[in-house]
């Protein structure tokens, strides 16, 4: 079939949009848009697989297969979410969102689905019919840019409709082709915020009431605003105490809320590289790919249980026994599996050195090499992810041959012998003394007290104080006050998408505190945060600010125009 030239110039723009930089979008999105007066495009951030995975089974329902290979993500600061301001999408990313969105449109409107998903019908199925075209691209349009289209993004999608119609014969393939030119728009596979003239407060900015609903509703639910947020957001209620603290209720008691804190866990935690990981069959023949998998999985369980399910003391993460497993797993842990299901929940005795979510198989072997344990990336991870410390890259002429000779002694020695190249000491003395208590698991996470013939010794130094295998690293975890901090610093951080400046140490103390007198229950920290008028404070791109006419012409100025 021939594609309509309406169609093909909206893949051509789309296509040049999307392969800019974020910023180079956010330039292009406020020409192309003639932003609404006094309006200004804030940040553009890509959304990740699984925001488009739930956005698409949101609006069209868990039946509409995703086929489809993603582009890499991005960390900075610790976080994907951040990192995704800095993501654009290449041409083969594209060609893949064009292709997906083709199969995702070609089932919406396929005759299975109509009933359910049109409220409408043409007057005649080999016709266009541009009432029932509008309503549709209307209704669905609102949802995938989570805001009202303008009257010309609604006509630029009729006249692709139409002639996708005219050429052939049928006005669900015209439909799917409109539908198809929104699943590959900007506004769809970027999270756009805008900020506007704040009417309270003469010569400020305020996030507009559709970007207000869009973090809400990413941070809660990790998906698009439904149909009631946007509403709210249409008509003001965002902007009022109430409305917001209204909304905010209504999107923490929904059980979708596990799908938005188990989003942010995943992304802090970093729990993502298990499909890619590596492990030396001749000294790991127990791994594969089946262990990945359930290792990851039992991370998931263990931490939602504890922190969603049960709402939990966040610090408990690193001192309970208590988690899920499943046959494969019993397996590797060497404990029985007595369940007919295939995942049951299991407590780790007194006795055993397996406490707090480190010391699990998924942490253990995701940061440690294909054939070797790794102190060094074990107690990098837990400094960066617990206590947002990360570590400098080492010097690019450190000799790391007698690091990697898994023959010779223990790892331990080896790098007591490393740390004596000048440059090393400051960060290994800091980095690696949790992943030496940690030293009785191998790169797979199994429990060993040998290696090479040698007794391992599982006792550090941190600061002056010792910590003595997996139970000394959850003890000092759990007693250190930059663990809480650190989660409050992340949470903020993956909610308004950008890295905090050092001008918010204020309010974090004070978000710590609260934190701190309800608990530490992770579930009240999203409402604590989203409550707070920081969670929506205008932040402009760096290096831009807003001229003193701005409010009223809507222009954004340079470095050379201030």
Same mark, same amino acid.
């Given at each position: 079939m021939k594609l309509p030239r309406v169609f093909v110039l909206s893949i051509f723009f789309c296509f040049n949009v999307l392969m800019a930089s974020s910023?180079?979008?956010?330039?292009?999105?406020?020409?192309?848009?003639?932003?609404?007066?006094?309006?200004?495009?804030?940040?553009?951030?890509?959304?990740?697989?699984?925001?488009?995975?739930?956005?698409?089974?949101?609006?069209?329902?868990?039946?509409?297969e995703i086929n489809a290979r993603f582009e890499p993500e991005q960390r900075e600061a610790g976080l994907l979410a951040v990192g995704s301001s800095k993501l654009s999408i290449t041409a083969s990313g594209f060609e893949q969102h064009v292709a997906l969105a083709t199969s995702i449109a070609t089932q919406v409107l396929s005759e299975e689905k109509r009933a359910t998903l049109m409220r409408c019908e043409p007057a005649a199925a080999e016709e266009f019919d541009a009432t029932c075209a509008r309503q549709f691209l209307s209704t669905y349009g609102e949802l995938l840019f989570r805001r009202p289209l303008s009257e010309a993004e609604i006509e630029s999608r009729l006249a692709i409709a139409s002639a996708g119609a005219r050429q052939t014969g049928d006005f669900y393939v015209g439909l799917q082709l409109a539908l198809s030119s929104l699943l590959i728009a900007p506004e769809f596979l970027f999270r756009i915020e805008r900020a506007e003239p704040d009417p309270v407060d003469s010569g400020s900015l305020r996030l507009d009431g559709y970007s207000k609903a869009t973090r809400?509703?990413?941070?809660?639910?990790?998906?698009?605003?439904?149909?009631?947020?946007?509403?709210?957001?249409?008509?003001?209620?965002?902007?009022?105490?109430?409305?917001?603290?209204?909304?905010?209720?209504?999107?923490?008691?929904s059980p979708r809320m596990e799908a938005g804190v188990q989003a942010f866990l995943i992304d802090m935690m970093q729990i993502e590289g298990f499909e890619?990981?590596?492990k030396d069959p001749a000294i790991y023949p127990k791994f594969n790919q089946l262990i990945a998998d359930s290792a990851r999985e039992q991370m998931v369980r263990t931490i939602m249980d504890l922190l969603v399910t049960r709402e939990r003391d966040y610090r408990e993460l690193f001192t309970s026994r208590e988690t899920f497993i499943n046959r494969p797993l019993a397996a590797v842990y060497q404990v029985p599996f007595a369940s007919t299901e295939a995942w049951t929940a299991y407590t780790f005795p007194e006795s055993s050195e397996r406490v707090g979510i480190f010391s699990q198989i998924g942490f253990l072997a995701l940061f440690s090499h294909p054939g070797t344990s790794s102190p060094t990336r074990r107690g990098i991870k837990i400094h960066e992810i617990?206590?947002?410390?990360?570590?400098?890259?080492?010097?690019?002429?450190?000799?790391?041959?007698?690091?990697?000779?898994?023959?010779?002694?223990?790892?331990?020695?080896?790098?007591?012998?490393?740390?004596?190249?000048?440059?090393?000491?400051?960060?290994?003395?800091?980095?690696?003394?949790?992943?030496?208590?940690?030293?009785?698991?191998?790169?797979?996470?199994?429990?060993?007290?040998?290696?090479?013939?040698?007794?391992?010794?599982?006792?550090?130094? @941190? +600061?002056?104080?010792?910590?003595?295998?997996?139970?000394?690293?959850?003890?000092? /975890?759990? *007693?250190?006050?930059? !663990?809480? %901090?650190?989660?409050?610093?992340?949470?903020?951080?993956?909610?308004?998408?950008?890295?905090?400046?050092?001008?918010?140490?204020?309010?974090?103390?004070?978000?710590?505190?609260?934190?701190?007198?309800?608990?530490?229950?992770?579930?009240? @920290? +999203?409402?604590?945060?989203?409550?707070?008028?920081?969670?929506?404070?205008?932040? /402009?791109? *760096?290096?831009?600010? !807003?001229? %003193?006419?701005?409010?009223?012409?809507?222009?954004?100025?340079?470095?050379?125009?201030?």
């Open positions: 910023e180079g979008l956010a330039a292009a999105n406020e020409e192309t848009t003639s932003a609404e007066k006094g309006q200004f495009t804030l940040a553009v951030r890509r959304l990740t697989e699984s925001q488009y995975r739930h956005t698409i089974d949101d609006i069209f329902g868990a039946g509409i809400l509703s990413f941070f809660f639910w990790n998906t698009a605003p439904d149909r009631e947020l946007l509403e709210v957001a249409g008509n003001g209620g965002l902007h009022t105490e109430q409305g917001l603290l209204a909304q905010i209720r209504r999107l923490s008691e890619n990981m590596v617990f206590l947002c410390e990360p570590t400098p890259d080492p010097p690019a002429d450190v000799d790391f041959s007698q690091v990697v000779d898994s023959t010779a002694g223990t790892v331990r020695g080896r790098l007591l012998d490393h740390m004596q190249n000048t440059g090393c000491t400051v960060c290994h003395q800091r980095s690696d003394p949790p992943g030496l208590a940690l030293e009785h698991f191998d790169g797979l996470g199994q429990l060993r007290t040998m290696e090479n013939g040698s007794l391992i010794d599982d006792s550090a130094e @941190l +600061f002056g104080r010792t910590l003595q295998g997996a139970q000394g690293v959850a003890q000092f /975890l759990y *007693e250190d006050s930059r !663990v809480p %901090a650190c989660l409050v610093r992340n949470l903020y951080a993956y909610g308004v998408a950008r890295r905090p400046d050092a001008g918010e140490q204020t309010y974090f103390r004070s978000q710590v505190e609260t934190f701190a007198e309800n608990g530490y229950r992770v579930p009240g @920290l +999203f409402e604590q945060i989203a409550a707070s008028p920081e969670f929506f404070k205008v932040v /402009l791109p *760096e290096g831009l600010k !807003v001229r %003193a006419t701005a409010l009223t012409d809507g222009v954004m100025a340079g470095p050379d125009q201030q």
